[in-house]
């Protein structure tokens, strides 16, 4: 998590105290970084600004083959808006990549009937 070490922490008091999230709802996007910080680790990248829409498009398509469900991507691409929109504010980044990225589409959840 060495990418995210300094701002894991302070991203949640802004979840916390800016955006008034309750505790679950931060711990929810605690863990989606959990994850986030893995695949970089794992991918070496070092610096925020590897982190291009592509980089992120391969992030999604790891989600993919983890076989989550759409459900659970769309809310994976939601926490990296978040994250990413906190980096901007907070002057780590100029610009948010993930505010590129499109989320799965959700039709399938409509029932059969």
């Keep these: 998590m060495t990418l995210l070490t300094h701002t894991y922490e302070a991203f949640a008091g802004y979840l916390r105290h800016e955006c008034g ?3 679950k709802t931060v711990e929810a996007y605690r863990r989606d970084l959990r994850r986030f910080a893995r695949w970089i680790d794992e991918s070496g990248i070092e610096a925020w600004n590897e982190l291009t ?13 983890e076989r989550l469900s759409a459900t659970s991507i769309a809310r994976y691409v939601a926490s990296l808006k978040m994250f990413f929109k906190f980096l901007v504010m907070d002057g780590y980044i100029d610009r948010s990549t993930a505010a590129l990225l499109n989320r799965p589409s959700l039709w399938e959840r409509i029932p059969f009937v």
């Design 21 to 23: 999230l309750s505790p």
């Design 53 to 65: 829409v592509a980089k992120l498009g391969e992030y999604l398509g790891f989600l993919v083959s």
